[in-house]
């Protein structure tokens, strides 16, 4: 970031007036980062511009204490303003106010050993002159002490609070009664060792000494009861459930069902307090369904301190399971482990996250997931268990659904009623969230940090895997982690350094990119035609987006595409550049390339088709879905699974829009009859690439590159022949068969030379290819070995 000093006309236009004027009004300021990222932008920190830091500073923790922010973060604030300008008297007011503090570890040295009677009289004479000792050096640090204090509390223009001043009072009282009663302990001391140099000595000046030491420590413990640290109360503990889920950032229409919920239950309370009753009772089993990071387990536990503080159970504590807890690997084992989470549970909440994995699809007979979801169902209706408990199910809405709907026995304890569903959160509520987290751990984040922070939550969030709050959590840990890591001790950024995030925090770091995808798309021998379309393409989205930019209005992009032609003319090559060339410019979130075929999508049981294909397209979110002989979906018997494939993909399209692209490849005639069969994916593809075969020349062309990649070079001869061997015969492949050949012809050039000497002396020979090296590949592969 570019430092600069500011000149002093410039100092004089700083808003501090503005900042001044919030905190006498609302008590603290709105946006304490922008001061902060002020002061680091500015370079203030230097010795012309350190009095505006100072005051700048001083700002900022008046407003962190009008917020209630924690004493330890304002105390740092200040004494780094008293270091930038000793004069600050604001600083000095506060500091002044807590500088008693520093004196909680003054008593630690009264520390004395034992005296015993039973010891011989030399070693009560070493002990006896530790005393001696230990006392004179307390006695002189306490009246330094004692001083300091007396000067502070003598100082009314710097101890402004009367609470303050009043603690001043107490601290010097106490530390002069510590420092009276160690006098007289020197005293006693002093006694006893010169009766060590008698003949007899006095048991008087013994009892003395312990009796001063017993005073000592009761002052000590005093001493250290004040200085004790006390915990402010947390305030989210005294909320009360409603409070708590009000404090939740977004999910407004959540907020407002279960608030419905809350009153429906005290209702019914307050309605058996009257003597009504209530023979069928409302299912407490709830259903929430969710994103990653939506809420789900947070909700579950909200839910379950409705039900304990309204009555309806005895207990507020969620027993959290899943499958592997609940499913076991052998006859008996599942009902034993379902047994023993519900007794656990009972009285309380029984919650079972990602519950769908409990019965899967298609599973074999010797997964007892099954039997889970029958001994659960049991418990619940049972009369052993049954009306003792609750159960929140909890996962992905789609997979929820059919979890569900395969599963009547278990949909039918959980009425429509008692369906939550957590939305995704906005943008602007996951910046609370990451602000927030931020501020939890002393941070605060500059604009530009909040804006980098969005950037990263946009490319994140590409499909519902995304982790809504937890992505924003690992966001924001990360950026403290590099800033960490980035720390050096001679910085000269002061406290900044460990209470401000910005932009460069949530920086990516950059990899070292070889190749443009445009390079690599130019570099592609042939294709002239094919490059002309995807440069047409590439060039028709840039415009789009730049007139949204500008507030233009666009035309629809449709960026799906069919790729036809023969095996090897490159269609897997350009769909993979296709997707780079769409994340370059912005459109593509990943811009990665999923090359699929009938097998990854159509399943043997009814449904699964449709989960499998879904499962394949949330792979391809944010790039491209590359679908080879796509006509294979064409079932050409009854009852095929293909059809399912293409109205499903067709639904998903349209769902994920310009999140998804999708390029299907084959044969002309056939990728024909495949759009023809469905108007709805006929409409959707406007695009239409052909792939033409590649010429004899072309070919050598591929050969070659690929050969020079490995310092492999072919002889004109050699090239004459390859010309001439293809000109003569046709080989299928195209690019592909090039490719193959050039290998086979590598490995029988490495026969050939290793056959003439075991030991290679002149490696020149070992970068040629020779006539005899193509004429024995084109031999291999005529004979499909």
Not at 176 to 182: A, I, Q, R
Not at 655 to 660: A, C, D, I
Not at 746 to 758: E, G, K, V
Request: charged letters at 30%; proline letters at 2%.
């Amino acid at each position: 970031m570019q430092r600069f000093q500011l000149s002093k006309q410039q100092l004089e236009h700083v808003p501090i007036e503005q900042w001044e004027n919030d905190l006498s009004i609302h008590g603290f300021i709105q946006n304490e980062g922008e001061l902060l990222q002020f002061i680091k932008k500015n370079n203030l920190h230097n010795e012309e511009n350190c009095k505006k830091a100072a005051q700048l500073l001083t700002i900022v923790a008046r407003s962190f204490a009008g917020k209630g922010k924690r004493e330890s973060l304002i105390l740092a604030l200040m004494e780094n303003a008293e270091q930038l300008d000793p004069d600050n008297r604001k600083a000095q007011e506060y500091l002044a106010c807590f500088k008693w503090k520093k004196n909680d570890v003054l008593l630690d040295e009264l520390t004395f050993p034992p005296l015993r009677e039973t010891d011989n009289r030399q070693a009560k004479k070493q002990t006896v002159d530790l005393y001696i000792h230990t006392c004179k050096t307390f006695l002189k640090s306490a009246e330094e002490h004692l001083n300091q204090l007396s000067d502070l509390s003598d100082s009314p223009c710097d101890i402004t609070n009367a609470d303050s001043m009043d603690v001043y009072e107490k601290v010097i009282s106490l530390l002069e009664e510590v420092k009276s009663e160690t006098e007289s302990l020197l005293r006693s001391a002093t006694e006893y060792k010169d009766s060590l140099v008698g003949t007899f000595h006095t048991a008087g000046y013994l009892e003395e000494i312990k009796k001063h030491l017993n005073h000592i420590d009761e002052l000590k413990s005093q001493w250290k009861e004040f200085f004790c640290v006390k915990e402010e109360p947390n305030e989210e503990k005294n909320l009360t459930v409603l409070e708590e889920l009000q404090a939740m950032i977004g999910l407004q229409s959540v907020k407002s069902r279960v608030n419905d919920f809350y009153q429906f239950f005290k209702y019914q309370k307050l309605r058996k307090e009257q003597g009504f009753q209530t023979k069928d009772e409302v299912s407490l089993n709830m259903i929430i369904t969710g994103n990653p990071g939506t809420g789900k387990t947070t909700l579950a536990r909200l839910l379950a301190k409705i039900y304990h503080e309204l009555g309806v159970l005895p207990r507020e504590e969620v027993i959290e399971t899943d499958r592997a807890q609940l499913v076991g690997s052998f006859i008996g084992q599942t009902e034993e482990n379902v047994r023993s989470i519900v007794e656990k549970a009972l009285g309380g909440v029984l919650f079972i996250d990602e519950a769908y994995n409990l019965k899967r699809v298609g599973q074999s007979g010797n997964d007892y997931g099954q039997t889970a979801i029958d001994t659960l169902v049991s418990l619940m209706t049972g009369s052993e268990f049954g009306g003792t408990f609750a159960v929140i199910l909890a996962g992905y809405p789609d997979e929820m659904r059919q979890f569900l709907d395969a599963n009547p026995g278990l949909r039918s304890r959980f009425p429509s009623s008692n369906f939550i569903a957590l939305p995704n959160y906005s943008n602007q509520e996951l910046l609370e969230i990451g602000e927030k987290l931020a501020a939890d751990n002393d941070y605060l984040m500059t604009d530009e940090a909040k804006q980098a922070l969005e950037e990263s939550i946009e490319r994140e969030r590409v499909d519902n895997t995304f982790g809504n709050a937890r992505a924003v959590r690992n966001l924001v840990l990360d950026a403290i982690f590099k800033k960490g890591a980035r720390f050096k001790e001679d910085h000269k950024g002061g406290i900044l350094e460990y209470s401000l995030l910005d932009q460069e925090d949530f920086s990516m770091d950059k990899m070292e990119i070889r190749e443009s995808p445009q390079q690599k798309l130019s570099s592609l021998i042939g294709l002239t035609d094919v490059k002309e379309e995807v440069n047409a393409i590439i060039s028709f989205v840039k415009m789009q987006k730049l007139r949204r930019d500008h507030g233009l209005p666009i035309l629809p992009i449709q960026l799906h595409a069919v790729f036809t032609g023969n095996s090897g003319t490159g269609k897997t090559t350009v769909a993979k550049i296709y997707a780079e060339l769409l994340k370059e410019c912005g459109l593509l979130k990943r811009g990665h390339l999923i090359t699929t075929s009938r097998a990854d999508f159509v399943a043997g049981y009814v449904g699964q088709t449709s989960i499998k294909t879904k499962r394949k397209i949330r792979d391809a979110l944010g790039g491209v879905l590359f679908i080879d002989e796509a006509y294979s979906l064409l079932g050409q018997t009854i009852g095929d699974f293909g059809k399912e494939v293409i109205d499903t993909l067709v639904d998903e399209m349209t769902k994920h829009n310009e999140n998804l692209v999708v390029v299907l490849a084959g044969y002309s005639n056939e990728m024909k009859s495949l759009l023809e069969s469905n108007p709805g994916l006929q409409s959707r593809f406007k695009k239409f690439i052909h792939f033409p075969d590649y010429s004899d020349h072309e070919l050598l062309q591929i050969m070659k590159l690929y050969g020079d990649q490995y310092d492999y070079h072919l002889t004109q001869d050699a090239e004459k022949y390859v010309l001439e061997k293809l000109n003569n015969k046709a080989f299928n492949g195209n690019g592909r068969f090039a490719v193959n050949l050039i290998t086979e012809t590598i490995q029988t050039q490495a026969q050939r030379l290793m056959a003439q000497t075991a030991h290679m002396t002149e490696i020149d020979k070992a970068l040629i290819i020779e006539v005899a090296d193509i004429e024995k590949a084109f031999n291999k592969m005529e004979r499909g070995e």
